[in-house]
């Protein structure tokens, strides 16, 4: 089939944009046409949380990527549908995750619904944001409106999804393993890279600082982990929100060394690093969809403790590759740690995402793809 893949590509950063070149790798792998268009313009500078769009890890995967989208222009738009009108290709891949990019995303697929014979399919991380917004709705009716076909990952996108588009033609694929991470480190290595003893438990929270991913839960509940073991307490990911309360937070508990703060956008070469360290990952998150963190944690082999919210229950198994708690309650933090560790669960679990991650494959989505091209 001839592709196009719509959405964030390098030089931008983040997980998106690991995504689409891991799609795109896999798709070419697969012996599809595939071209990505990406942002000029993704979001305006002063609406951005972070310090840059721009990513600046030496570690990268290499490919063309056509910066033709900027998301406020709505004149734009047509110009970008007119090149991939041009193209004529089998189905256009738009990589969703927010209703600020509907009134684009959704203009374009009506042009192409309208002026050509190409398909379209929305590849959605989310359908309803996690901080809502009261215009959010119309804007996520009119992104959904002209869409031919969608791509959920997890049971809870799916559900959002038939509320605005109850006769959708979707498939649902989970959300596979981020593979673009190839650095692993032993254990040992990586504790001293961080400066951590080799005895000291260690925990991990990745990615960045919002106040849905409820790190002020888990920073409260560490006092009461470290009351009965020696533990570090790695926060690694760059706020874009709530960073002088958490400070406040992290002395009025006087957590001292206690607690790693890398309060930065962490580049692809270091991120294992901080993987490799950790004995568990988790993620207290307060509300979800699904998370791209638990991807890369089973990239590594790493046992999750999450709360149950949105799907992160779907690829976190409670008992067999970790936990699954209560969200917004630090006590229960608190004791699916202790537990972890008291009943020596590490092993266990690690072999288990071993087989548990062959159904986060690249193959399955790619294989969805193809049958909505057939």
Not at 15 to 22: D, S
Not at 192 to 198: F, T, V, W
Not at 203 to 227: C, D, H, S, T, V
Request: net charge positive.
């Amino acid at each position: 089939m001839k592709i196009i893949l719509i959405g964030t590509a390098y030089p931008m950063r983040g997980g998106i944009a690991h995504y689409v070149a891991l799609l795109y790798e896999n798709l070419k792998k697969a012996g599809h046409d595939v071209k990505i268009i990406s942002f000029k313009r993704q979001y305006p500078d002063r609406f951005f949380p972070g310090k840059t769009q721009e990513d600046n890890s030496k570690e990268i995967i290499e490919l063309d990527s056509l910066p033709l989208i900027d998301s406020i222009n709505p004149f734009n738009w047509i110009n970008v549908f007119r090149k991939i009108r041009a193209e004529k290709p089998d189905i256009i891949i738009y990589k969703y995750w927010m209703p600020f990019f509907a009134p684009c995303y959704g203009t374009i697929a009506l042009l192409t619904r309208c002026f050509s014979k190409s398909k379209t399919c929305f590849l959605c991380d989310n359908i309803i944001p996690h901080e809502r917004r009261f215009y959010d709705g119309l804007l996520t009716w009119w992104g959904l409106l002209s869409v031919d076909y969608f791509i959920v990952q997890s049971k809870s996108v799916r559900q959002d999804l038939l509320k605005f588009r109850p006769k959708a033609v979707f498939k649902e694929v989970p959300h596979p393993v981020y593979e673009i991470f190839k650095n692993s480190y032993s254990q040992p290595d990586a504790k001293l890279k961080l400066g951590i003893d080799a005895a000291e438990k260690v925990i991990l929270f990745f990615g960045y600082i919002r106040a849905y991913k409820g790190l002020n839960l888990l920073i409260e509940a560490f006092p009461l982990m470290m009351q009965k073991m020696k533990m570090r307490l790695i926060v690694a990911g760059e706020f874009y929100e709530g960073r002088e309360q958490t400070l406040d937070q992290i002395e009025k508990l006087k957590l001292g060394k206690s607690l790693i703060l890398k309060d930065d956008y962490i580049p692809n070469e270091e991120v294992g690093i901080y993987f490799s360290a950790a004995d568990v990952v988790v993620l207290p998150y307060i509300s979800a969809t699904q998370s791209g963190i638990i991807q890369i944690a089973y990239n590594y082999n790493k046992p999750v403790i999450t709360t149950r919210v949105g799907g992160l229950h779907e690829v976190v198994r409670n008992g067999i590759t970790g936990f699954v708690i209560p969200p917004q309650q630090p006590q229960a933090i608190a004791q699916a740690v202790i537990r972890f560790f008291e009943e020596d669960r590490k092993s266990e679990f690690s072999e288990n995402i071993k087989t548990e991650k062959k159904k986060y494959s690249w193959e399955r989505m790619v294989e969805a793809i193809e049958g909505f091209g057939g």
